[in-house]
């Protein structure tokens, strides 16, 4: 949640909403859409699947910046809807988040960790499901921007940070939005990229640390936001709150890039 406050520079402004970007990428309904993809494309074009999270945010990019420029420019109409927009927004989220966690923990349970699993990936038609070319990431990532819980973010950090003062910063909004989203989904791809290759006992044993990740994540964020919604006053400010989710997974990150590099030279004599 952002909260209404004093005016901001725009340097702050586009950085705020660049790190609330990094959290967004690292939603983990991105990471399981991407991770599906950069495994199915793999045999089609390798080295382009490397780059299958750039494409799937450059497809959520679109949804991002329309729906961020629109809001910049109708802010004083919208504004007044703003609080019924963010928690109807984030009620979904939440939905989603714990669906999320649910159908991971289901997996775990069963020993089903070929690849994390996702919520709205799900609902996609089978065609993109099962689709292995990399530029299939376009339209996932567009489909994906028309979830309520993204309109609903990102018109609320819009409103919030704009307080309608036009169309231009309204885009800058969602480029900065849509900016950290793509570091974060092009670092997933190139990670699960790096898996992949790996051999399958070190896919395996790698996917499953993932998808724990994943799923705690998923379980945090939608904590997080319940624990809002009920009345909980964080002592953190929200973009600390995004800081320390997205650090976290970036460790996740270096952590596996780092383990599977080790394995794949073998014991030290």
């Excluded at 966690?101 to 089978?126: C, D, E, H, S, V």
């Excluded at 993109?128 to 921007?145: E, M, N, Q, V, Y």
């Amino acid at each position: 949640m952002i909260a209404h406050g004093a005016p901001l520079s725009v340097g702050v402004i586009a950085f705020t909403v660049f790190v609330l970007g990094l959290r967004h990428g690292a939603d983990p309904d991105h990471l399981a859409a991407i991770d599906n993809l950069t495994r199915n494309s793999l045999g089609a074009k390798e080295r382009l699947s490397r780059f299958v999270g750039t494409l799937f945010a450059g497809g959520h990019s679109i949804m991002v910046l329309s729906i961020a420029a629109l809001a910049g420019l109708l802010g004083t109409r919208l504004a007044l809807h703003g609080q019924l927009l963010e928690t109807i927004g984030t009620w979904v989220s939440i939905v989603t988040l714990f669906a999320i966690a649910a159908l991971n923990i289901r997996q775990l349970a069963l020993n089903r960790t070929a690849t994390a699993a996702g919520f709205k990936t799900a609902l996609l038609p089978r065609s993109l499901r099962a689709a292995t070319s990399p530029l299939a990431a376009i339209p996932i990532g567009l489909l994906f921007g028309l979830g309520f819980d993204t309109s609903s973010q990102v018109a609320t950090y819009a409103l919030a940070l704009t307080a309608g003062s036009g169309i231009a910063l309204g885009a800058l909004i969602g480029l900065s939005f849509s900016l950290g989203m793509t570091v974060t989904d092009t670092l997933d791809s190139l990670l699960v990229h790096r898996l992949c290759t790996r051999s399958p006992l070190e896919l395996v044993r790698a996917t499953r640390i993932w998808i724990y990740a994943v799923t705690g994540l998923a379980i945090a964020v939608g904590g997080y936001e319940l624990a809002q919604l009920l009345g909980w006053t964080s002592p953190i400010p929200d973009i600390a709150v995004s800081g320390l989710l997205v650090a976290a997974l970036l460790i996740v990150f270096a952590w596996t890039f780092a383990w599977s590099a080790r394995e794949a030279r073998g014991p030290a004599f």
